[in-house]
């Protein structure tokens, strides 16, 4: 399976934005936008006005990289928002809300969602009740999701419970650190998204 094994903090400065790729190194001063807030290359701090399709694919990128999908996956999630009756902006947002991996980090088992997305292809989270192992996999509500008996040992996993009282968890998600156990309450809506992401420039650079 194809994926993105280069340094994720140059993405962060590409876009200009923190995409939280590095867990708590993006909450501390160690994180590559506090050192060095311009574009990552020889010429990245030149200042360059971006042209109408620049900013609508700088928006795309944006979102690809903050939820760790290459380009075809990501053209098949917009695809299915547009055919659902949903407005097509919004649904591709929440179509990649609900992926397992992204749930996982949601619900504070893993730091970032590159780490979520190696708990769950590793086999170390039930959904449920049964294994899987499948990143992209979409949670439906009244899923359960938790890590398997044999995995809440993991240094990851524990350490990340432990701080569960620091992370907000949104309103969508029923968390039980006790029981180490998550539960997909209802389906998440645009507003509850909050990365400032502007999807309608993502439509826009598809309709083209």
């Known amino acids: 399976m194809a994926r993105y094994t280069d340094a994720v ?6 876009e200009n934005m923190k995409l939280f790729l590095k867990g708590e190194r993006c909450l ?8 060095r807030n311009y574009a990552p290359g020889q010429h990245g ?12 694919l700088r928006e795309k990128q944006k979102v690809k990289r903050t939820y760790g999908v290459l380009e075809s ?3 098949r999630y917009f695809q299915k928002a547009a055919r659902s009756k949903e407005v097509t902006g919004s649904e591709l947002l929440v179509l990649l809300e609900r992926r397992l991996d992204n749930v996982v980090y949601l619900m504070g088992f893993a730091d970032s969602r590159p780490q979520a997305r190696q708990l769950v292809q590793h086999g170390h989270i039930r959904v449920n009740g049964r294994r899987v192992n499948i990143p992209s996999f979409l949670i439906k509500q009244g899923d359960i999701v938790e890590p398997r008996e044999k995995s809440r040992g993991l240094d990851t996993v524990r350490s990340t419970v432990e701080r569960l009282t620091q992370k ?8 039980d650190s006790e029981s180490m156990r998550g539960v997909v309450q209802a389906l998440p809506k645009r507003h509850d998204l909050t990365m400032p992401f502007h ?3 993502i439509v826009e650079l598809y309709s083209k």
Do not use: M, V
């Open 73 to 75: 996956q990501f053209r």
């Open 45 to 56: 701090q030149r200042r360059t006005k971006l042209s109408e399709y620049g900013l609508q």
């Open 28 to 35: 501390s001063d160690k994180c590559a936008i506090n050192k």
């Open 199 to 201: 999807e309608q420039l």
């Open 9 to 14: 903090c140059r993405l962060c400065r590409r």
């Open 168 to 175: 907000q968890i949104p309103a969508w998600i029923h968390i």
